[in-house]
Structure formats: structure tokens, C-alpha cells
């Protein structure tokens, strides 16, 4: 079994820094790829009340018979579920868990404030282990720091090597604040994973180029969370243990960044997701 790398938040708790994502999954598909992960070492889940396959999630980690303790668990809040104040206990309700490691404010969008207000109630309630941010910017992150009792611990947002937020990453740094990438990838662009640095180190170290950007990403401290229904994609994206970039080769794919980013957050766009209502109640 592949050795885990583990992270310590802000707040001391330790966090596996490779786990699976859930982002598009069906139900069916969810409880299937969450299953294999879990079988191949996997502790680390991340699922979402927008992904409308909380409670698959909870099945698959029930029936793999693994330690609840032993596994990592994250869930975001959806915006218009922000000013619900049961909003945390069906989440719960919906995973079949007393308690998530992480949950995060999904999006900016709508009334944020009040919904990290929940999260913290829900923080000293001992229903969540540690609390944070998904697609914020630095801006709005200093506004959550401003007002804010329990710290944000983790940022979800977009990092690949075409878009590494450096300057982000420095502000987070600061702040005791751990970035997590999704679109680890690049969003399946091909360009990106046959750039010839990854073909090159890919001979070097016998793994593919998505293992080399993963690796890449462990290394330069982001937790990664690549999403597949592929069993053979998902044992291969946690085989990144038995391996080590040397600080040139890191160098090398830091010389990739293009600050390009695949999702481009807009008002227009928040306002529609403070008014989507994902249908939590119709999953299987």
C-alpha cells in the first residue's frame, strides 16, 4: 500500500495531502470510485452538498468497514444553504456521520458571512473537526479574517502547473493557511500534460505525467484531490509515493506557469449559484 504524506493544519489536526474528488460524479458512480479509493489506501474524501452525492459517499465509507476515524472527510456548504441553520446537521444527516474533518464555504456568493458563521457554531459543537474556504479570492479571504472566531485552515481553489497562484500561496503561507487544487490537472488539457518535462521525468521515475504534476503538487505543498470513475486511474493517481522530484525538477515545472486558469469566477456567475438550490433531498 502506498505510504500517505499527511499536512498539519493551522488548528493542529492532520490532513492526508492526496485524496479523491467527487466533483461531477453520479451517485452510482460516487459510492463506486470512493469504494476503490478506499480499497487502494486512500484516507482522504472530498464531497460536496452541490455534488448531490453526499449520502453515496457515506455509503461507500461505511461499507468499506475502515475505522470513521480513520478517514478523512470534507464536504462544502452551498450557498443558498448559508443562512439555514440546520444546513450542517442535514449535511451530516446526509453523509450518515456524526462529524466532518473538513467543511468549507463552497462559494463566494450570496450571504458568506453567514454561513461561516454556521460553520464555526459548528466548529465549537464539535461537528466539524476544521473549517475553511472554496473559490475565494485573497481579497475575500481577508474579509473572513477580519470577522472571523475559528481561522480558516484550508483554501479549495484552482492550481495546476499553467496556474500555481504563487503570490496566493505566499499570502496563505502567512496566514497558516494549507492550499488544496482541484483541476490538479489542468482540467484534462492535453497540452498541459504532454508538456515534455513530464514525458521526461516520466521515463526517469517509470510514471505517467499525471503522477509526475501530482507528485509535483505534494511536493509544493498542495493537497490534491483528482476526481475519476477510471478503478485503474485511481490506484494510479495515489502511486505517488516511491518517488521524489529533485528541487531542480521542481524548479522545471515552476518554470510552466502561464497564470491560466480554466474557471473564471464572475458576479454574474455567483449570483446564479446564491440562487441554485442543488436537489440534496431527491439523491439516492
Known amino acids: 500500500m502506498s505510504q500517505q504524506i499527511y499536512t498539519k493544519l493551522n488548528n493542529g489536526i492532520e ?11 453520479t451517485p452510482d458512480q460516487a459510492e463506486a470510485s470512493v469504494s476503490s479509493a478506499l480499497q487502494y489506501g486512500y484516507r482522504l474524501i ?3 452538498n452541490a455534488y448531490v452525492n453526499e449520502k453515496a459517499v457515506g455509503r461507500a465509507i461505511r461499507k468499506s468497514g475502515l475505522d470513521r476515524k480513520d478517514i478523512f472527510l470534507e464536504t462544502k456548504l452551498w450557498p443558498s444553504f448559508y443562512e439555514q441553520p440546520d444546513a450542517v446537521d442535514k449535511t451530516l444527516e446526509r453523509l450518515a456521520t456524526d462529524y466532518v474533518d473538513l467543511l468549507l464555504i463552497h462559494q463566494p456568493a450570496g ?7 454556521l460553520m464555526e457554531k459548528a466548529y465549537r459543537e464539535g461537528k466539524v473537526r476544521a473549517i475553511g474556504l472554496s473559490n475565494f479570492s485573497q481579497e475575500q479571504i481577508q474579509e473572513i479574517l477580519s470577522i472571523c472566531e475559528v481561522k480558516p485552515s484550508v483554501l479549495q481553489t484552482e492550481v495546476h502547473p499553467y496556474s500555481q497562484e504563487n503570490e496566493l500561496k505566499k ?10 487544487a482541484w483541476y490538479p490537472l489542468g482540467h484534462g488539457d492535453q497540452a498541459l ?7 521526461e521525468l516520466g521515463r526517469k521515475y517509470q510514471k505517467s505525467s499525471a503522477q509526475i504534476i501530482l507528485r509535483w503538487h505534494i511536493q509544493a505543498g498542495n493537497i490534491v ?4 470513475k477510471n ?8 502511486d505517488l509515493f516511491d518517488f521524489e522530484l529533485t528541487e531542480d525538477e521542481m524548479a522545471k515545472i515552476g518554470a510552466l506557469n502561464q497564470n491560466k486558469r480554466y474557471y473564471t469566477s464572475t458576479p454574474e456567475l455567483l449570483k446564479k449559484y446564491a440562487e441554485m438550490v442543488p436537489p440534496v433531498d431527491e439523491q439516492k
Do not use: K, W
Open 231 to 238: 478503478p485503474d486511474h485511481i490506484r494510479a493517481n495515489f
Open 225 to 228: 484531490i483528482p476526481g475519476s
Open 171 to 180: 499570502f496563505l503561507a502567512g496566514e497558516g493557511i494549507v492550499i488544496q
Open 15 to 25: 490532513m492526508p495531502m492526496a485524496g479523491i474528488g467527487t466533483f461531477l460524479l
Open 193 to 199: 500534460l504532454q508538456e515534455p518535462v513530464f514525458a
Open 46 to 48: 472530498d464531497t460536496a
Open 111 to 117: 450571504n458568506y458571512t453567514a454561513g461561516y458563521r
